[in-house]
């Protein structure tokens, strides 16, 4: 999997320890391809890692989006993770809000209202589609 050996890489020049738990989130990530929070992380990890805990999963996860390894977003108040699904650099989401499947939307809304935003200066942005996918909706 090219993306994770590209993650793996980020994380190598990073701050961060490589360590065989962080290894393993990303290995989840990377093959679950959508959206996790940490508790479904938990899940995953219960196994090989029974005492970990949610805050340590969930810093981990929070670091590794600050290393734009992951991709953050939030769903009824609670904070959801994903494999960055993208080499493309900028882009937006279709968030399944039931399963976490992402649809990559490769066209920025922003430059739409830069009439409206006149001449001040936009520092970041969000936008985020959400919904129910194909096979949620059966
Ligand atoms: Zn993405
Ligand atoms: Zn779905
Ligand atoms: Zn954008």
């Known amino acids: 999997m090219a993306l994770l050996k590209r993650a793996l890489e980020t994380l190598e020049k990073s701050q961060l320890k490589i360590t065989e738990r962080r290894v393993r989130m990303l290995e989840i ?10 508790k479904e992380m938990k899940m995953h990890l219960k196994e090989d890692y029974p005492g970990i805990s949610p805050d340590t999963i969930y810093r981990n996860l929070h670091s590794f989006s600050e290393l734009t390894i ?33 649809i990559e939307l490769t ?17 970041s942005h969000r936008f985020e589609v959400f919904g129910l996918c194909t096979n949620c909706l059966d």
Do not use: M, W
């Open 70 to 102: 992951l991709e953050e977003t939030e769903i009824s108040g609670e904070k959801y993770f994903r494999a960055n699904c993208s080499s493309n650099g900028h882009h937006h989401h279709f968030i399944c809000s039931e399963c976490g499947y992402t």
């Open 29 to 38: 990530l990377y093959s679950e391809d959508r959206y996790l929070s940490a």
């Open 107 to 123: 066209e920025c809304p922003i430059a739409y209202f830069k009439d409206q935003i006149g001449d001040a200066q936009v520092t």
